[in-house]
């Protein structure tokens, strides 16, 4: 079993900034993909970034290239989200997802077998 678990949303203003943490625990394999998705009301849960554990790939939802980084650091088994130039449109529940790779599908959320609880991100106007 893997345990996820977010950090770091918060309220920011548009044009601003904020970094987000997932701290992955029980990890059994040794190639994982893991994202970002989010979530706002009313809307289904949306891709926004994946990137292998090794760090080797990333994919970024066209909505958040150029503005949004995912990286993983090993030494704290721990996945982040550096969020830059925020827009209102961002506000969204923001979830980190995990399972081994396999395939391509990794930004259909059916793609992961482990979740986090989500974080809250607000930008204001």
């Known amino acids: 079993q893997v345990y996820l678990q977010e950090s770091g949303g918060g309220l920011v203003q548009a044009g601003g900034s904020l970094s987000l943490s997932c701290v992955a625990s029980g990890h059994p394999f040794s190639t994982y993909a893991l994202a970002w998705f989010r979530q706002a009301p009313g809307k289904e849960r949306e891709f926004v970034a994946a990137i292998s554990w090794s760090g080797g790939s990333t994919d970024y939802a066209d909505s958040v290239k150029g503005r949004f980084t995912i990286s993983s650091h090993k030494a704290n088994n721990t996945l982040y989200l550096q969020m830059n130039s925020l827009k209102p449109e961002d506000t969204a529940v923001y979830y980190c997802?995990?399972?081994?790779?396999?395939?391509?599908?990794?930004?259909?959320?059916?793609?992961?077998?482990?979740w986090g609880r989500g974080t809250q991100v607000t930008v204001s106007s």
């Open positions: 997802a995990a399972a081994p790779l396999h395939g391509t599908g990794y930004a259909d959320p059916g793609y992961y077998d482990y």
